[in-house]
């Protein structure tokens, strides 16, 4: 598995747009066949279902790349998604696509102990 993004969610990425790690830019997958960046990132989630966000960034200045809220919010609401959950974006290494891939956690502590807990259906 290659981790392209993980990030534990703020009030910002919840109530605004997701605020990408300046990292995730790098990565070959969210580039085109001419290296240059995608503006929709297509990725699916556990259930096999399809998310497309669309990746917008500062012409100027520090460039601070984002999800767009109308792209991001739906993935929040439909997870339930609060701040400190965190999400991650990766591949599967032996995919030929390399499909995209988002998971969604949520912290919990059971019995003093912490642990993330796959969101998704049950």
Same mark, same amino acid.
């Not at 109530?15 to 990725?43: C, M, W, Y």
């Given at each position: 598995? %290659? =981790?392209?993004?993980? @990030?534990?969610? *703020?009030? *910002?990425?919840? $109530?605004?747009?997701?605020?990408?790690?300046?990292?995730?830019?790098?990565?070959?997958?969210?580039? %085109?066949?001419n290296?240059e960046?995608?503006e929709? =990132? *297509?990725?699916? %989630? #556990?259930?096999?279902? $399809?998310? #497309?966000f669309?990746?917008?960034?500062? @012409?100027n200045?520090?460039?601070?790349? *984002?999800?767009?809220?109308?792209?991001?919010?739906?993935?929040v609401?439909h997870?339930?998604?609060?701040e400190?959950?965190?999400?991650?974006f990766?591949?599967?290494?032996? $995919?030929?696509?390399?499909? =995209?891939?988002?998971?969604?956690?949520?912290?919990i502590?059971i019995?003093?102990?912490?642990?993330?807990? $796959?969101?998704?259906?049950?």
């Amino acid at each position: 598995m %290659d =981790i392209l993004c993980e @990030k534990s969610l *703020t009030k *910002t990425d919840l $109530e605004h747009q997701f605020i990408v790690p300046i990292d995730f830019l790098n990565q070959p997958a969210v580039r %085109d066949e001419n290296g240059e960046l995608k503006e929709n =990132i *297509t990725s699916f %989630d #556990r259930d096999g279902q $399809e998310w #497309r966000f669309r990746l917008a960034i500062r @012409k100027n200045g520090h460039p601070k790349p *984002t999800l767009t809220p109308a792209s991001w919010h739906p993935f929040v609401k439909h997870f339930g998604l609060q701040e400190g959950d965190v999400v991650k974006f990766y591949i599967i290494r032996n $995919e030929g696509a390399r499909n =995209i891939r988002i998971q969604a956690w949520r912290k919990i502590t059971i019995l003093g102990t912490l642990v993330l807990a $796959e969101l998704g259906k049950v």
